[in-house]
Every structure is written in C-alpha cells, then in structure tokens.
T-cell receptor, first 114, second 113 residues
C-alpha cells in the first residue's frame, strides 16, 4: 500500500517569511495529492490539491508542487501570517483505489511568530 | 454549505461503557471514514464504508465497530470503552464521482475515565 512521509514535524517561522512543507510517497500509481489545514479544535480542511498531470498549482499565498519522478510534493506558503498557524497534513491517493482512499502524512505543526 | 456533523464535540465516559459516536453528512457521499487522532501519531484510520451496510477495517479496528444503516449516517461504536481510547475522533466523507477531497467533521474529543 501507499506510504506518505511528511517533514518537518514542526516548523516555526517569522511573520512574513515563507514556509515549505515536504512530503514523499511510495506508490508511483498515486494520482491525487491534497493538503489539509487543521486549526486548533477543528477538523482538517482542504486548502489545495494537485493531480498527477500537473506540476504546480497556486492559490493566492499557497502553492503546491509535484515531482512525479522523485515521488515528492511540497506545500509553499508565502508571506506567512499568524492565522496560518495550524497543523498541515499532506495526503496521497492510490491510483487504482476505487474507494478514494487517502493515505496521510504525519502532519506538520506550523507556528508563525508575529 | 456542505457539512459533516459529529454529534458531540466533547464526551466523557466511564471505563466499560458502550459509547456511540455519530456522524452525519449532507452531501450524498458514498464513502465515509472514522479516524483517530493522537498527539504525534497523525490520523489513523479505524473503519470506513463504501456504501450502506458495508464496512471495512482500517489500520486500528480493535476495540471498535461501526454501523451504516443509512447513506448519510456512519456510527462508531466502542463496545467497552477503555482509557487508551481517550482521543480525538474525526469523521470524514467523500464521493466517488471524481472529486476526491475528503470533508471532515469538527471532531469529537472523547475522554474515558
């Protein structure tokens, strides 16, 4: 089955700096890679996703890049703000999984210091 | 606004009690999931369901069971609660029409004393 590793587990940045979270996956057939943000006391919320036929996707201050050859994908947050502080999860979906099963990374706690 | 609703935000139960955690989605999703979230351990899949009356074990099913009698409702059952089941429980749903994202509920923080 799929295995997703996520680094770092914690990340502290100064407000206004950029933050990068990296994930690797094991199944070359995986074709969908979402990112979730979990704020304190809430469930994870989808913030951006990318499919295997695309190398990069941007949405305002967040972007995701995918390198299929190396089997890794990254979340980039620019001009970080205190409200970006949260736990972020990456995930990968196996290509032949009829049930749309996601495998999640272990999570990254991002702290943005004002 | 589409929703996954978990019946309780906080729950305190005694050891040995039978506990029901309820999850309802209003998106007509086929797939529903129960995860457990503990500090440092990420999201661990307990059970999932692809359809009504259908269930599959996830990575940590021991001590849990599930019920899906209606498409919109997926219940997690702790047959005899133990202190090591104190955790945050998250329900999620997804469709099978090509939009793959999960929608999560807000979670139930269960404490077993």
């Amino acid at each position: 089955g799929e295995n997703v590793e996520q680094h770092p587990s914690t990340l502290s940045v100064q407000e206004g700096d950029s933050a990068v979270i990296k994930c690797t996956y094991s199944d070359s057939a995986s074709n969908y890679f979402p990112w979730y943000k979990q704020e304190l006391g809430k469930g994870p919320q989808l913030i951006i996703d990318i499919r295997s036929n695309v190398g990069e996707k941007k949405d305002q201050r967040i972007a995701v890049t995918l390198n299929k050859t190396a089997k890794h994908f990254s979340l980039h947050i620019t001009e970080t703000q205190p409200e970006d502080s949260a736990v972020y999860f990456c995930a990968a979906m196996e290509g032949n999984n009829a049930g749309n099963m996601l495998t999640f990374g272990g999570g990254t706690r991002l702290m943005v210091k004002p | 606004d589409v929703k996954v609703t978990q019946s309780s935000r906080y729950l305190v139960k005694r050891t040995g009690e039978k506990v029901f955690l309820e999850c309802v989605q209003d998106m007509d999703h086929e797939n529903m999931f129960w995860y457990r979230q503990d500090p440092g351990l990420g999201l661990r899949l307990i059970y999932f369901s692809y359809d009504v009356k259908m269930k599959e074990k996830g990575d940590i099913p021991e001590g849990y069971s599930v019920s899906r009698e209606k498409k919109e409702r997926f219940s997690l059952i702790l047959e005899s609660a133990s202190t090591n089941q104190t955790s945050m429980y998250l329900c999620a749903s997804s469709s099978q029409d090509g939009h793959y994202g999960y929608t999560f509920g807000s979670g139930t923080r269960l404490t077993v004393v």
